[in-house]
């Protein structure tokens, strides 16, 4: 994954909105997503927005991209302890291969 | 609907020896995926299919790796002979061709320790 890089760790509160970035390198990314993986499971499809798109929202879950700039953030709102979890940013490049490229994941810890 | 399906969920093996993993994708999908998923890290593809043909398998170390499809449903991974950097979690995926294959859905995984 080191053409998506992701932040080791986030903190947050419960009730409080949380904010996970993600950059990516590759400029013929045409699909990119938000994966949520708890200890011992595989990984939860949460969210993907195509490239053309800016913004997609979806209950508690908005995710905007800057395509200037390969910036791709996760919001989610009214964080609850559910929520704490690794989540995994990831892109599709190019129409023909559908491999995921991953990040190494940002650790979400929700403090009650 | 059932998810993907995996076994052995865990697999404690000493290096050198054998070792399969099995997946069932998810019903009517046709494109299934093997991953590997190191501690710490995010997955990494190792070979994908398109119903019983592997399309995609660049980064299988094929040297003790293989892995098959027979009727489009079903695949086994194996690994023979194992070695200690082997360990790692594997991840089967799937999605369905006809519509666009961009959603990915995963297995709970099959957590594989060499020792």
């Known amino acids: 994954g080191e053409d998506v890089e992701q932040s080791l760790f986030l903190s947050v509160r419960e009730g409080d909105s949380s904010v996970i970035n993600c950059t990516y390198t590759?400029?013929?990314?045409?699909?990119l997503y938000w994966y949520k993986q708890e200890p011992g499971a595989g990984l939860q499809l949460l969210t993907y927005?195509?490239?053309?798109?800016d913004m997609k929202q979806d209950q508690r879950l908005t995710v905007l991209l800057n395509k200037k700039d390969k910036h791709l953030s996760l919001r989610i709102a009214d964080t609850q302890t559910g929520d704490s979890a690794i989540y995994f940013c990831?892109?599709?490049?190019?129409?023909?291969?559908?491999?995921?490229?991953f990040g190494s994941g940002t650790r979400l810890q929700v403090q009650p | 609907e059932a998810g993907v399906v995996q076994s052995p969920r865990y697999k404690i093996i000493e290096k050198k020896q054998p070792v399969a993993f099995w997946c069932n994708p998810i019903?009517?999908?046709?494109?299934l995926y093997w991953y590997r998923q190191n501690l710490g890290q995010g997955p990494e593809l190792l070979i994908r299919?398109?119903?019983?043909?592997?399309?995609?398998d660049s980064q299988l170390p094929k040297d003790r790796f293989s892995a098959e499809r027979l009727k489009g449903v079903d695949s086994t991974l194996k690994i023979q002979p194992a070695e200690l950097g082997d360990s790692a979690v594997y991840l089967c995926?799937?999605?369905?061709?006809?519509?666009?294959?961009?959603?990915?859905?995963f297995g709970p995984g099959t957590r594989l320790t060499v020792t």
């Open positions: 990831a892109e599709i490049r190019g129409t023909g291969r559908r491999a995921l490229t």
């Open positions: 299919y398109e119903n019983e043909e592997a399309v995609d």
């Open positions: 995926a799937s999605s369905l061709e006809a519509s666009g294959g961009y959603e990915q859905y």
């Open positions: 019903s009517g999908h046709n494109t």
């Open positions: 927005i195509f490239s053309n798109m």
């Open positions: 590759d400029s013929s990314s045409t699909y």
